[in-house]
C-alpha cells in the first residue's frame, strides 16, 4: 500500500478544488479474477454452469449468532449511501431528485468501484458503476478519473481557458466537480501524474478549432472514454525515476475494468457502456405498472452483434479462435473494457515493458506475472470504445438501475425494475399459501400471518439498492424474500463467497418527473 502525492506544494493549493485524484491501495491479483483466466486454469477449472448451479446450494453449517437479522442487516447497509438533492441547484430545477447506492464485495479486497459527481462547469450529473479484474488497480483509477475527463470535453473553451490560466499562474483552479463520496469509498492523496495528463487533455481542447462550445454529451463520453484508456496505456510505457509508481502504473494497465456511465442532463439520460455493467431505466405505464427499458446492452459473447463485431476486425483465419468458450481468445468475459493492455499492445511491447521493471521489482511480490493469451496473432482484440444510448425523458420515466454484473448475474432488467417498483410502492411479494398451510387450525394461522407480517416489515429497507442487493441474493422460488437463502449467501467464508456470488455494485437514480412534463407543455 502507497500514496502518490503531488510533486510541490503549488500543486496541492492549485488542485485543492479539483481533487480528489486518488490512488488505489491493493495490488491486484492478475490472473486470479473470475473474469481471467490462464491457458492451464482453462483446462482444470470448474465450468461456470456447474458453479451457478451449486450456488445457492451450499451447505456450509454456520453459528446461530450469524443468522441473526441485526447481522445481517448489517452486512447488507455498510456500504449504502442516500443523497437527496435540492430541487433547484442554482441553474434551474433538479432532474434529479436523490439517489441511492450499495456495494457488496465477494473479493476481498472489493473489486468493484462507483463514483458520483455533478458537473458544476456543465449542466447534469454523471454516474458510473466500475467492475474490475485482475484486481482493483484498473476500476480504481478509472473511478477517479473519467468523469474529470468527460466534465472537461462538455466545457466550453472560454471555462478551459479559466482552468489554464490558474495553473499557468499558480492560482487556485475553479472546481469541475462536486463529488458525492460514502466515507467507505477508497480515498487517497492526489496523484501528480493524474493532473498532468488532464491538464494535456484541456490543452488539447484548448488547441482544437471545433471546441468553442464545448462537446455535446454522445460525443464527449465517448472522447473520454477512449481517452483515458490510452492514457493508461501511455502512462505504462512512459519512464518513471520511482519504481513505486512505474509498478503501479503497469498495475493499473495490465489489471483492467468495465464501466457503465450515465449523464443524466436537463432534457435526457446518456449512457456510455464498456463490459457488462448494465443500465436500465423503469417506466411506469398507464397502467400504472413498471416496465423495464434497458438503456445499455452487455459485451459479452452472449450479444452476437458484438462478437461479430471483433470478428470482423481480424483475419477471416480467426473467426474460430477470437471468441471461444465464451470469452475473447479464451481468456476474458468482457469483450471492451479499460486497461487489460495484455490483449491491446504487441508482444514486443509487452515483453519490453515487462523487462523493464525485472531490474527492480520482483514481479511476484506485486502479483504481477505475464502471460500470452493463446491465438494473438493480431492485436488489439480489444478496446474501451464505449457504445452510447440517448434517452429523452419523459414524465414515466421514475428511475434508473445502474449496477455490475455481479447484480444482474442474479435478477433479470425486469425482475430488477420489478423489486425496485415494489420497494418504492410498499408492495412486497409473499408465496402462496400451501396445501399443507391450509389444513392449519385457527390457532396456527395466526401464527403463520404473524411470522409472515414480520417478514414484510423486516424485508423492507430505506435504501432502494439494498432492497435490490438483498432480494438478489435472498429471492425464493415464487419472489418472495427467503431469510434462510439470503443468510447463507452473506455468511460465507471469504474464500468460498466468490465461488458463489460475484462482487455487487448498484445505484438507482430517482428522476425528477416533474421536470419531464414541464417540458413538454
Known amino acids: 500500500m502507497f500514496k502518490r502525492v503531488c510533486s510541490s506544494i503549488r500543486y496541492t493549493l492549485t488542485f485543492s478544488s479539483l481533487l480528489p485524484f486518488q490512488i488505489r491501495s491493493t495490488w491486484g491479483h492478475f490472473i486470479s479474477s473470475r473474469r481471467t483466466c490462464s491457458s492451464v486454469q482453462m483446462c482444470s477449472r470448474i465450468s461456470v454452469s456447474r458453479i451457478k448451479a451449486k450456488r445457492h446450494q451450499t451447505s456450509y453449517q454456520r453459528p446461530d449468532f450469524y443468522r441473526s437479522e441485526l447481522k445481517i442487516n448489517n452486512i447488507l447497509r455498510r456500504n449504502e449511501q442516500t443523497v437527496n438533492l435540492p430541487e433547484f441547484d442554482g441553474r434551474g430545477l433538479s432532474t434529479v431528485r436523490k439517489f441511492e447506492s450499495n456495494q457488496l464485495p465477494a473479493n476481498t479486497p472489493n473489486e468493484d468501484r462507483r463514483s458520483v459527481a455533478a458537473c458544476l462547469q456543465s449542466k447534469g450529473m454523471l454516474f458510473g458503476v466500475f467492475d474490475g479484474h485482475g484486481g482493483s488497480a484498473c476500476a480504481q483509477a478509472v473511478s477517479e478519473r473519467l468523469l474529470y475527463y468527460i466534465a472537461v470535453a462538455m466545457m466550453p473553451k472560454q471555462s478551459l481557458e479559466v482552468l489554464e490560466s490558474g495553473m499557468q499562474h499558480g492560482r487556485p483552479v475553479p472546481p469541475i466537480l462536486q463529488w458525492y463520496k460514502h466515507r467507505t469509498d477508497f480515498n487517497y492523496e492526489p496523484a501528480s501524474l493524474y ?12 488547441d482544437s478549432d471545433e471546441h468553442d462550445e464545448g462537446m455535446d454529451p454522445t460525443t464527449a463520453l465517448t472522447y473520454a472514454f477512449k481517452r483515458l484508456d490510452a492514457d493508461i496505456s501511455l502512462e505504462a510505457q512512459a519512464p518513471f525515476s520511482n519504481v513505486l509508481e512505474k509498478t503501479a502504473a503497469i498495475q493499473t494497465a495490465f489489471a483492467g475494468c468495465t464501466a457503465c456511465v450515465a449523464h443524466v442532463g436537463p432534457d435526457g439520460i446518456h449512457v456510455a457502456n464498456a463490459g457488462d455493467c448494465r443500465a436500465v431505466l423503469g417506466v411506469q405505464e398507464a397502467d400504472g405498472s413498471l416496465s423495464a427499458l434497458p438503456l445499455s446492452w452487455d459485451h459479452n459473447s452472449d450479444n452476437e ?7 470482423a476486425l481480424h483475419p477471416p483465419s480467426e473467426r474460430d479462435t477470437v471468441v471461444t468458450d465464451g470469452r ?17 499492445w504487441s508482444l514486443e511491447l509487452q515483453q519490453s515493458i515487462l523487462a523493464s521493471l525485472k531490474s527492480g521489482v520482483d514481479l511476484d ?19 474501451a470504445t464505449p457504445e452510447i444510448i440517448y434517452h429523452k425523458l419523459r414524465p414515466q420515466d421514475r428511475f434508473l438501475i445502474l449496477g455490475t454484473d455481479g447484480l444482474w448475474d442474479e435478477l433479470g432488467n425486469k425482475e430488477a425494475v420489478r423489486i425496485a417498483g415494489e420497494h418504492l410502492n410498499a408492495i412486497h411479494l409473499q408465496a402462496p399459501i400451501t396445501p399443507s398451510e391450509r389444513q392449519l387450525n385457527l390457532g396456527q394461522m395466526h401464527e403463520l400471518l404473524v411470522r409472515r407480517q414480520a417478514r414484510v416489515s423486516d424485508a423492507f429497507d430505506a435504501n432502494t439498492a439494498t432492497h435490490l442487493i438483498r432480494y438478489a441474493l435472498g429471492t425464493g422460488n415464487y419472489g418472495e424474500l427467503c431469510q434462510e437463502k439470503l443468510t447463507s449467501m452473506l455468511t460465507l467464508p471469504e474464500d468460498l463467497a466468490r465461488l458463489y456470488r ?4 448498484a445505484t438507482v437514480v430517482h428522476l425528477n418527473s416533474s421536470l419531464a412534463r414541464a417540458q413538454q407543455t
Open 195 to 206: 493532473i498532468d495528463q488532464l491538464r494535456i487533455f484541456w490543452q488539447e481542447l484548448l
Open 328 to 344: 475473447l481468445l479464451g481468456v476474458l468475459m468482457p469483450l471492451r473494457a479499460f486497461g487489460d493492455v495484455q490483449f491491446k
Open 502 to 505: 460475484d462482487d455487487i455494485t
Open 305 to 311: 452483434a458484438e462478437v461479430e463485431r471483433i470478428r
Open 365 to 383: 511480490s506485486v502479483s504481477l506475472r505475464h502471460y500470452t493469451p493463446p491465438n494473438y496473432t493480431s492485436p488489439p482484440y480489444l478496446d
